[in-house]
């Protein structure tokens, strides 16, 4: 899977207006920042509905890896990136360590009977998320 965004209508009323409709996928953690912006209205799947072990079989299955490895720097915006392969695949493989991770102890707190809305909070800096907007 990969950030996508696919306009599903488009139209203008008879005064100007113009709504856009888009199904829109990206990185599960940046719903937080749609959010934060109240001009758009939106539909969006809820971790706390999903089953469980749909959730787990999708980030199995595709797990959220980032296509760029930053730099730690100060403030909110940084511009250098891993560049040397190795460096690139060791974070990689430390990605995909935590997701396994992730799943492992979800899983474990499931077969606990804990709820599924906390059980799916674990396994979101992996998931990918769709939105109507």
Known sequence: ????????????????????????????????????????S???????????????????????????????HKGMQGTEYFTDKVDILNNECLWLNCCNSAIFNATCLNENQLTKQLAN???EPFMWHTVLI
């Not at 969006?44 to 199995?60: C, D, G, N, T």
Request: glycine share 2%; net charge positive.
């Open 42 to 72: 939106r539909n969006s799947a809820s971790s706390r509905a999903i089953p469980f072990e749909k959730m787990v079989e999708s980030v199995e299955q595709n797990p959220f890896i980032p296509i760029a490895w930053q730099k730690d």
């Open 1 to 40: 899977m990969k950030i996508s965004a696919k306009i599903i209508a488009d139209s203008i009323n008879i005064q100007g207006d113009r709504i856009t409709t888009m199904l829109v996928t990206f990185p599960r953690f940046i719903l937080a920042e749609l959010n934060t912006h109240r001009l758009f």
């Open 121 to 123: 909070r674990i396994l």
